[in-house]
Every structure is written in C-alpha cells, then in structure tokens.
C-alpha cells in the first residue's frame, strides 16, 4: 500500500518533458517568472508606498503606537525589499539563458519572501482580528502566478508554514492553540500546492505538444523543400530540368534586362546520339547523358550559373552578366572537356569518341528582342554547329 502511495506521488511530481528539450523548457518559464517577478515586485512598490502614505499622514496617531510601528516597518521592509528584486529581475531579463540559475535562486528567495513577509503580517493581525487573510491570499498567490517544479515549491512552502505555525502558536498562548488557523493555512497550503503542480505539469503538456507541433512542421517544411527541389531536378542527370530552365531564362532575362547587363545563352546537343543509343543500348545512353550533365555543370563555376537538360540529348546553360567572349571561352571548354571523358563511339562520323555541338548567343536584354527570339537564335547557332559536328557557333 505505502508503495503503491509511493508511486502515485512520484507519478504526480514527475513532468514529463524530453531531455533533449529539458532547458529550452526550463528557459520558457524562467521567462514567463522573471516577466512576473518584475511586474509583482512593481506592484508591491505603489501599494506599500500608498500604505506608508496612509500611515504617516491619515494614521498618523495609530502608526507611532507599537502595533503602528511594527506595521510601518513591515510596509518599509516590503518597499526596499521590493525595489531590490525589480533590480534583480531587470539585469536577470537581459540574458535568460545565461542567468538560467541565477532566476531559479532568486525567483525562489523572491517567493519565500512574501510567503514569510503576509506570514508576519498575519501574526501581527492576531492582536486585533485574528484573521491569517494576508498570508492564505499570499498562498494562494503563489500558486497561480510562477510557474513553479513541484518539488522545489513543496520545499518552499514546507519551511515558511511550519515557521507560521510555530509562530501563530507561541503568539497567541494566552487564548489557546489557534486550531481553526492552522487547520485553514495547512489546508491552503495543500490545494496550493497541488493547483501550482496542475498547472505546471499542463505547461509541460502544451510545451511538449507545441514542440511536437513545431517538429511535424519542420519536417513537413523539408519534406515540401525536397519535393519542390525534386521537381526542378532532371530525374537521370540530376541537373535542372526543362521547367527549370524555362523559369530561370525568363528570371534572368528580366533582370539583365533591369540592369542593362550581358546574358549568354548556350545551346548544346550530343552529337549522333541516337546511332549511339541504337549501337550500344539504352543503358549506355543514359550512362553517357548523366556523365556529360556532369561536365557540363562542372564547367559553371559561378552560384549565377544554371545548367538544364534540354530535352533528350540537348542540354542548355544561361549564363548571366557573361559577355560573349567569355561565354564562347566556357562553351570551347564544355566541348574539350566532354571530348576529355573519351566515351567510345566507334560509329560516330567524326570521332572515336562521343563528342557535342554548341551554339552560343549573347544580348544585353532590351525591347527590340523577346526572350522567345533570344532561346530562337541560340538554337539557330546550335542547327549551324551541328552541321559539322564537335564545334562551337557563336551567333552574331
């Protein structure tokens, strides 16, 4: 039985967040705490400094009684005590994941302080009322404004009631053991408790599902990220694909044209590549593609740069700011380099290896000329290459 008990109160002090996400946590309540202790703290300032108010100037003849007295320098207390914490908290605002301890210390003398501060004002209203309102209310207080670990508030709450009921008894000796005080305090102090651990535990719930939310998102986000990666990607070469290209040409036109800058554009074609398909199987065709889109991308240095397959065994490269000298320099180097790989082709016409033509068009982007004539004269210089085969055009 008394395990069974056992387990149910560690159930219940137990919060279940993952460690992995234990400090980011921890630092989202120390901000909400360290908002709250400011903000409290600031309250505390005006009601004790109208209360000091109040005592000297309304009561100015019952603050210099003894009992006055005592409450004056209970309001002082409060007041420098007060605007200490708000100084605190101020610095501690500042960095809340370096002050990470420095808030748990603080935030716990700050709450031990009021609990002990309405504890004495409570003894101090058994000489007249008998009341303990000041101190329950404080309680009460401190159950529902931090967000406090069960066991760390258990721990505070323990010492300051047993302090008060030892106090509470030795005050008022002389009529009786105040049983009805006690019994409310300790009965306060129990549903204190428990609402601050519901209420800790239910920020642990939505902090985990929030984070549980924020995960799916981000997982969903990269998951879209690769889908649309996915489908500006040619599935066999894994260079840009014809929707790309068709996208960037129109983007860069745009703003070469805004710019009053050079725009180069590249026409490329496997040479007889449909003889090398039917000699040496399909297989060896792609093997061939994927291995030129290689050397084709490679020759583009710049992040500007963009390399697309075309269709089929045509390949295309828009390469912005680029003027025309610099643009037939990459395309002979594209050519030399396709060459270099010295892929078999033994049925070619012109070579012993599979070998490409390149038509090359620059333009500084204006009215006179569309996007669509643009892509038409790169082509045509590509029609005139291909003519002889393993060569680059440049159009003029």
């Known amino acids: 039985m008394f395990l069974k008990i056992t387990s149910y109160i560690r159930a219940f002090l137990r919060v279940d967040v993952s460690e992995r996400k ?35 100037l309304v009561r100015k003849g019952d603050s210099l009684k003894a009992r006055g007295q005592y409450y004056t320098l209970m309001y002082l207390l409060m007041l420098l005590v007060m605007l200490l914490f708000y100084l605190i908290f101020s610095r501690l605002e500042k960095n809340i994941s370096q002050n990470r301890n420095q808030i748990r210390v603080f935030g716990t003398l700050f709450t031990s302080f009021i609990l002990c501060w309405c504890a004495g004002v409570s003894l101090l209203d058994q000489m007249s009322s008998g009341q303990i309102m000041v101190y329950v209310f404080a309680v009460l ?23 008060f009921a030892v106090l509470l008894i030795t005050v008022t000796q002389s009529s009786g053991i105040p049983f009805d ?9 129990i549903i204190a408790w428990v609402i601050s651990s519901m209420r800790y535990r239910q920020r642990a719930t939505e902090f985990n599902n929030a984070k549980i939310i924020e995960d799916k998102n981000l997982e969903l986000k990269e998951v879209n990220q690769q889908l649309e990666k996915l489908s500006q990607l040619d599935g066999l070469t894994g260079i840009n694909n014809r929707l790309m ?12 044209k805004r710019q009053f800058m050079p725009l180069s554009l590249l026409m490329i074609d496997i040479d007889f590549f449909k003889g090398y398909n039917d000699h040496y199987g399909h297989q060896a065709g792609d093997e061939c593609i994927r291995q030129i889109a290689g050397v084709l991308a490679a020759c583009t240095k710049r992040a500007t740069d963009t390399v697309a397959r075309y269709g089929g065994e045509e390949f295309a490269a828009i390469l912005p700011y680029t ?30 290896y599979v070998t490409i033509s390149l038509g090359v068009y620059t333009i500084t982007p204006a009215g006179a000329i569309s996007v669509e004539e643009f892509i038409e004269n790169a082509d045509k210089a590509l029609y005139d290459a291909k003519k002889c085969r393993n060569k680059v055009v440049m159009s003029s």
């Open 245 to 256: 290209f068709d996208l960037t040409i129109k983007a860069e036109w745009d703003r070469c």
């Open 323 to 352: 003027e025309r000298k610099n643009a037939g320099m990459i395309a002979e180097q594209m050519r030399e380099e396709v060459e270099g790989l010295r892929i078999p082709y033994v049925y070619s016409n012109i070579s012993e």
């Open 141 to 163: 207080s401190v159950a529902v404004t931090p967000y406090f670990d069960p066991l760390a508030l258990l721990l505070i709450y323990l010492p300051v009631q047993t302090a």
């Open 22 to 56: 234990h400090k980011e946590f921890v630092e989202s309540i120390n901000k909400i705490n360290v908002a709250r202790g400011k903000l409290t703290s600031l309250m505390f300032i005006v009601l004790e400094s109208m209360l000091l108010v109040i005592s000297f």
């Open 181 to 189: 005080n006690l019994l409310n305090s300790t009965t306060f102090i």
